[in-house]
Nanobody, 123 residues
Framework: QVQLVESGGGLVQAGGSLTLSCAAS????????MGWFRQAPGKEREFVAG????????YYRDSVKGRFTISRDNVKNTVSLQMNSLKPEDTAVYYC????????????????WGQGTQVTVSS
Protein backbone atom coordinates (compact mmCIF):
# COMPACT_ATOMS: atom_id res chain seq x y z
CA GLN A 1 0.00 0.00 0.00
CA VAL A 2 1.32 3.44 -0.94
CA GLN A 3 -0.16 6.80 -0.07
CA LEU A 4 0.86 9.79 -2.17
CA VAL A 5 0.62 13.50 -1.39
CA GLU A 6 1.54 16.16 -3.96
CA SER A 7 2.62 19.71 -3.27
CA GLY A 8 4.22 22.64 -5.03
CA GLY A 9 1.54 23.70 -7.46
CA GLY A 10 0.59 27.32 -7.99
CA LEU A 11 0.23 30.21 -10.40
CA VAL A 12 3.19 31.14 -12.58
CA GLN A 13 3.73 33.30 -15.65
CA ALA A 14 4.61 31.76 -18.97
CA GLY A 15 8.31 31.05 -19.12
CA GLY A 16 8.52 30.53 -15.39
CA SER A 17 9.34 27.45 -13.33
CA LEU A 18 7.74 25.30 -10.67
CA THR A 19 8.82 22.18 -8.83
CA LEU A 20 6.21 19.65 -7.83
CA SER A 21 6.90 17.18 -5.07
CA CYS A 22 5.20 13.93 -4.14
CA ALA A 23 5.70 12.40 -0.72
CA ALA A 24 5.03 8.70 -0.45
CA SER A 25 4.34 6.56 2.56
CA UNK A 26 5.13 2.88 2.70
CA UNK A 27 8.26 0.83 3.09
CA UNK A 28 8.30 -0.40 -0.49
CA UNK A 29 8.42 2.97 -2.25
CA UNK A 30 11.71 2.13 -3.92
CA UNK A 31 10.15 -0.85 -5.67
CA UNK A 32 7.52 1.23 -7.51
CA UNK A 33 7.67 2.87 -10.89
CA MET A 34 6.54 6.47 -10.36
CA GLY A 35 4.74 8.71 -12.77
CA TRP A 36 3.38 12.21 -13.09
CA PHE A 37 0.12 12.78 -14.95
CA ARG A 38 -1.95 15.87 -15.62
CA GLN A 39 -5.53 16.65 -16.43
CA ALA A 40 -6.73 19.90 -17.92
CA PRO A 41 -10.39 20.95 -17.74
CA GLY A 42 -12.48 18.99 -20.20
CA LYS A 43 -9.60 16.75 -21.20
CA GLU A 44 -8.49 13.25 -20.36
CA ARG A 45 -5.75 12.59 -17.85
CA GLU A 46 -2.42 12.21 -19.66
CA PHE A 47 1.01 10.87 -18.86
CA VAL A 48 3.70 13.51 -18.35
CA ALA A 49 6.80 11.76 -17.03
CA GLY A 50 7.90 8.52 -15.39
CA UNK A 51 10.91 7.20 -13.53
CA UNK A 52 12.09 3.69 -12.78
CA UNK A 53 12.55 2.36 -9.26
CA UNK A 54 16.29 3.06 -9.35
CA UNK A 55 15.95 6.45 -11.02
CA UNK A 56 18.12 5.23 -13.84
CA UNK A 57 15.43 5.38 -16.49
CA UNK A 58 13.12 8.26 -17.21
CA TYR A 59 10.45 8.81 -19.83
CA TYR A 60 8.63 11.96 -20.96
CA ARG A 61 5.81 12.90 -23.23
CA ASP A 62 7.13 14.74 -26.26
CA SER A 63 5.62 18.10 -25.38
CA VAL A 64 7.60 18.38 -22.12
CA LYS A 65 10.94 16.93 -23.21
CA GLY A 66 13.75 19.36 -22.51
CA ARG A 67 11.56 21.41 -20.16
CA PHE A 68 10.55 18.98 -17.39
CA THR A 69 12.77 16.74 -15.28
CA ILE A 70 11.58 13.92 -13.06
CA SER A 71 13.69 12.65 -10.19
CA ARG A 72 13.28 10.55 -7.07
CA ASP A 73 14.86 10.10 -3.66
CA ASN A 74 14.33 6.58 -2.31
CA VAL A 75 15.67 7.54 1.11
CA LYS A 76 13.22 10.40 1.56
CA ASN A 77 10.44 8.58 -0.34
CA THR A 78 9.83 11.48 -2.67
CA VAL A 79 9.51 12.04 -6.38
CA SER A 80 9.79 15.48 -7.94
CA LEU A 81 8.94 17.14 -11.21
CA GLN A 82 10.99 20.20 -12.10
CA MET A 83 9.09 22.22 -14.70
CA ASN A 84 10.86 24.96 -16.63
CA SER A 85 9.81 27.21 -19.50
CA LEU A 86 6.19 26.69 -18.59
CA LYS A 87 3.51 27.37 -21.16
CA PRO A 88 -0.19 28.13 -20.77
CA GLU A 89 -0.95 24.71 -22.23
CA ASP A 90 0.79 23.15 -19.22
CA THR A 91 -2.09 24.36 -17.05
CA ALA A 92 -3.71 21.36 -15.38
CA VAL A 93 -4.08 19.42 -12.18
CA TYR A 94 -0.94 17.35 -11.78
CA TYR A 95 -1.09 13.92 -10.19
CA CYS A 96 1.58 11.65 -8.78
CA UNK A 97 1.05 7.93 -9.31
CA UNK A 98 2.75 4.65 -8.47
CA UNK A 99 2.72 1.24 -10.03
CA UNK A 100 4.52 -2.04 -9.67
CA UNK A 101 6.12 -3.64 -12.67
CA UNK A 102 7.62 -2.01 -15.76
CA UNK A 103 7.22 1.40 -17.30
CA UNK A 104 3.73 2.38 -18.37
CA UNK A 105 2.08 5.52 -19.70
CA UNK A 106 -1.56 4.47 -19.40
CA UNK A 107 -3.68 5.75 -16.54
CA UNK A 108 -5.24 2.37 -15.79
CA UNK A 109 -1.84 0.76 -15.30
CA UNK A 110 -1.18 2.72 -12.12
CA UNK A 111 -2.26 1.39 -8.74
CA UNK A 112 -1.98 4.41 -6.45
CA TRP A 113 -2.77 8.09 -6.95
CA GLY A 114 -2.35 11.33 -5.08
CA GLN A 115 -5.06 13.95 -4.77
CA GLY A 116 -3.48 16.29 -7.30
CA THR A 117 -2.05 19.80 -7.25
CA GLN A 118 -3.13 22.66 -9.49
CA VAL A 119 -0.65 24.30 -11.85
CA THR A 120 -1.81 27.43 -13.64
CA VAL A 121 0.37 29.15 -16.22
CA SER A 122 -0.72 32.63 -17.25
CA SER A 123 0.13 34.12 -20.62
Amino acid sequence: QVQLVESGGGLVQAGGSLTLSCAASGRTFSSYYMGWFRQAPGKEREFVAGISWSGGNTYYRDSVKGRFTISRDNVKNTVSLQMNSLKPEDTAVYYCAAKSGPIATLVYAYDYWGQGTQVTVSS
